[in-house]
């Protein structure tokens, strides 16, 4: 049975594929730590107004690196910024960078390797030597190629992560399609004269869902380090504003004198791509039809 014939049509007594998914990702604790602490942070950084305990971005030459009191739990900055709420804002830019650019790369990367899988031919050869080009680089320094290029600027830093994430998507949703359209049930939608189109989205793609999702949550792990590779040399979230990676830029040059300006971004950015790493291992042994 398939995953979307098992969706829509659910026969008595057995149980429906998403809440069996559910009740597998429960019995792993690492990947329920992992979505709690994803959860967490996107309510930071959703809530960082009404959370952060300070201005992010006000200074007070009074506050100069002070260590963590009752006042600044995490300590002042070179400038005498709160850390604290710095690292709550900083949330916005590595979670919006590791959403948006996932987006981007899904956005594009699905329907490409929705089309190369399924046309097959000329159209399947030249998109996938595109792809094998753009793989044969590596992530992280086309990324800064392309944020180059483009200008430093969140945005910008975005659109270019995105970009270099999109190849994985597009080789993994081609490698689900050829498996997928060669089942009996796309078969049999071909063989009652439903055009290709259709079956393409209506049959091919609900059944590649699940990979997809777990490279999603994976891919958006990768994005938060990109983000913060990009701001650290200066070409992702720009001063004032503040974000993880442009933190521990600033950081490095006091660590002795101030360790605790390095800690707590370095200390976000571990526990954030830790989070997403552990639910997309506990998605992946959830979503798996051959589990038991």
């Known amino acids: 049975m398939t995953f979307l014939a098992s969706t829509q049509a659910t026969p008595l007594g057995e149980e429906n594929p998403w809440a069996r998914a559910w009740r597998r990702l429960r019995r792993r604790k690492g990947a329920l730590i992992g979505l709690a602490v994803v959860v967490l942070f996107i309510l930071l950084a959703a809530l960082a107004p009404w959370v952060a305990p300070y201005d992010p971005t006000a200074t007070s030459w009074s506050l100069v690196r002070k260590p963590p009191s009752w006042a600044h739990w995490f300590g002042t900055d070179e400038v005498g910024r709160d850390v604290l709420s710095r690292v709550i804002w900083g949330a916005r830019a ?15 990367g699905v329907p490409l390797g929705l089309l190369a899988g399924y046309a097959g031919g000329w159209i399947d050869a030249a998109l996938s030597r595109l792809v094998d080009a753009m793989l044969a680089i590596p992530f992280l320094i086309l990324a800064i190629a ?42 049999a939608a071909r063989a009652v004269g439903n ?61 002795a004198q101030a360790p605790w300006m390095a800690i707590w971004p370095g200390a976000a950015i571990f526990a954030a791509v830790l989070s997403f790493n552990l639910l997309g291992d506990g998605l992946r042994d959830a979503l798996d039809p051959r589990h038991k």
């Open 195 to 255: 055009p290709h189109w259709r079956i393409a989205l209506r049959h091919v793609l609900p059944n590649i869902v699940p990979p997809l999702l777990i490279q999603v949550s994976l891919a958006i792990a990768g994005a938060i380090i990109a983000e913060a590779a990009l701001s650290f040399l200066g070409l992702g979230q720009q001063p004032p504003a503040p974000s993880w990676g442009s933190m521990l830029n600033t950081a490095q040059r006091f660590i």
């Open 146 to 187: 392309l944020a180059a290029f483009l200008g430093p600027s969140l945005g910008n830093a975005m659109i270019a992560i995105g970009v270099t994430a999109t190849p994985v998507f597009v080789r993994l949703t081609r490698g689900q399609t050829l498996a997928a359209k060669v089942e009996d049930y796309v078969e």
């Open 94 to 108: 590595s979670l919006g960078a590791g959403l948006v650019s996932v987006g981007i790369a899904a956005g594009f």
